[in-house]
């Protein structure tokens, strides 16, 4: 493992025990008030929870329990082609009796919700019964076997373990990111096995030889041959930082092997704009506007347009014509653009793309819930331009551990804003998959509701770093309900 300090240049890179969610919400009717029966679940159950009063002859007598499951099965009848009319009484049978005293009853068929409803409503004009409910089918929350999940990345779990992480696990029951394509504008891709099977092709939109490294300017290969440079100009070793970002996104999960990531079922493209000494405004416009979608001169149509655009990068000034121009043509195509704030411990409004508007910008949060400080070293940006906070240490993620071009595959805990704003970026992922179904929400929605569904702070932050810490849960419910 490699642990590894976000540098922010001039445009450069910034750097379950098992639990239990219901699959449905289970109908319950109590009796002798209609006005508080909820609908059973779409699901067709075959299993209720009826509790008789304890001073009935139902709860005492067996006999008189049968006669009374007799009563309420002879109101529901099920399509039956074998049976006169097509139609067949259902049978309830008596299964156990709970600790707390009510019975678990099962119905010789499936019902579907008509059925269930009416099911439910008989039991209820029962004055004898207190409620009866669907005994409602518990799946297993998502947990990770990948080992670097269980033992590292405490960046993806719920406030409550006490690092204030993501709240990703409970997320990930609901939605994994499948349909939607992240575009990572960064140094590239390389081999890793814990991508394999997540990405879909993109571009390097490097022009500049000397930048690029690779021999050639723009064209259909994002491979990062590596950023370092041995003349000491710019940096030393490479950085390999697109691969780190990427892994944060959307890693492979639950192999058995490496890393998990936020949205496990999107998938990356990567968008080639840094390299040596870093990269160009002008490449990185031009990336932004082929990764959403638009026409860039010279280079193909991008046949998987990206809804959401990660920006692990940035430089000193506030946002230029040329990105805001990028960043709204992105938007008005329906791209969310997530970007780092920057690690100078300075005020984010002077630094872009941060400063831009028509983006979300992460400032980077401790395990500890507060603003990111390595002392000596580098500290989040803050202020009214961060939008969000999201963690930005000890952020295990996938690497390469070549010097100046690709070697082996490895992992590795960094630090910065780079690395929060890939957890942010993934979460929007994962907002959108639930949506897929019906209308996508526009990226004005999509920060408004992340902005509105964060962990709180456990105390006040010595500089403002958004309206919170990302909580996927919450966004995502946020998301489904909106």
């Avoid at 240049?9 to 009717?29: D, I, N």
């Avoid at 529901?76 to 709970?98: C, K, T």
């Avoid at 997530?338 to 100078?344: C, E």
């Avoid at 630094?351 to 819930?369: R, T």
Wanted: glycine share 10%; net charge neutral; with cysteine.
């Amino acid at each position: 493992m490699t642990k590894h300090r976000d540098t922010f240049l001039r445009l450069a890179p910034l750097g379950l025990a098992v639990l239990c969610a219901l699959s449905g919400m289970p109908g319950q009717v109590v009796a002798r008030d209609p006005g508080r029966i909820e609908r059973a679940p779409a699901e067709e159950p075959q299993r209720f929870i009826v509790k008789y009063r304890s001073d009935s002859q139902e709860h005492r007598d067996a006999a008189a329990r049968e006669r009374s499951l007799h009563r309420a099965a002879s109101a529901v009848q099920v399509r039956d082609p074998s049976a006169r009319g097509g139609m067949r009484a259902i049978r309830l049978q008596h299964v156990r009796r709970m600790a707390l005293g009510a019975d678990v009853i099962v119905s010789s068929h499936a019902l579907d919700r008509a059925a269930a409803d009416t099911l439910m409503r008989r039991f209820a004009t029962d004055p004898r019964v207190e409620y009866v409910e669907v005994d409602a089918r518990m799946h297993p929350a998502l947990e990770p076997n990948d080992p670097q999940y269980a033992s590292a990345q405490w960046h993806y779990k719920a406030p409550i373990t006490g690092r204030y992480g993501i709240n990703a696990p409970l997320a990930w029951d609901r939605a994994s990111g499948a349909g939607v394509v992240v575009a990572v504008l960064d140094t590239g891709s390389t081999v890793h096995s814990d991508m394999q099977g997540q990405t879909v092709p993109g571009y390097d939109f490097i022009a500049d030889l000397k930048t690029a490294g690779d021999g050639n300017g723009r064209d259909a290969d994002p491979s990062d041959p590596g950023d370092g440079a041995s003349s000491g100009k710019c940096r030393g070793d490479s950085s390999w930082h697109g691969t780190h970002v990427a892994g944060t996104i959307a890693a492979s999960t639950n192999n058995g092997a490496g890393v998990a990531g936020v949205a496990r079922g999107a998938r990356v493209q990567h968008v080639r704009v840094l390299g040596r000494c870093g990269g160009w405004t002008s490449d990185i416009a031009d990336g932004i506007v082929w990764a959403s979608g638009g026409s860039v001169a010279g280079a193909p149509a991008n046949a998987t347009p990206a809804k959401v655009l990660n920006l692990s990068l940035g430089g000193s000034g506030s946002c230029s014509t040329t990105y805001q121009t990028a960043i709204n043509a992105a938007v008005s195509r329906g791209a969310t653009v997530v970007v780092a704030a920057g690690n100078d411990s300075g005020d984010a409004s002077r630094y872009q793309p941060s400063s831009c508007q028509n983006v979300i910008a992460v400032g980077a949060s401790s395990p500890q819930g507060l603003r990111a400080i390595r002392p000596n070293w580098w500290s989040s940006n803050y202020g009214p331009a961060v939008d969000i906070a999201a963690p930005g240490m000890d952020v295990m993620s996938t690497v390469n551990t070549g010097r100046y071009a690709p070697g082996a595959e490895g992992y590795g805990a960094w630090d910065g804003t780079s690395m929060a704003t890939p957890h942010v970026a993934g979460i929007v992922a994962l907002m959108q998959s639930v949506r897929l179904a019906g209308a996508a929400l526009s990226p004005a929605q999509v920060e408004q509701l992340l902005k509105a569904n964060v962990t709180a702070f456990p105390s006040t932050p010595d500089r403002p770093i958004g309206t919170g810490i990302a909580n996927a849960d919450a966004a995502v419910r946020a998301a489904q309900a909106f």
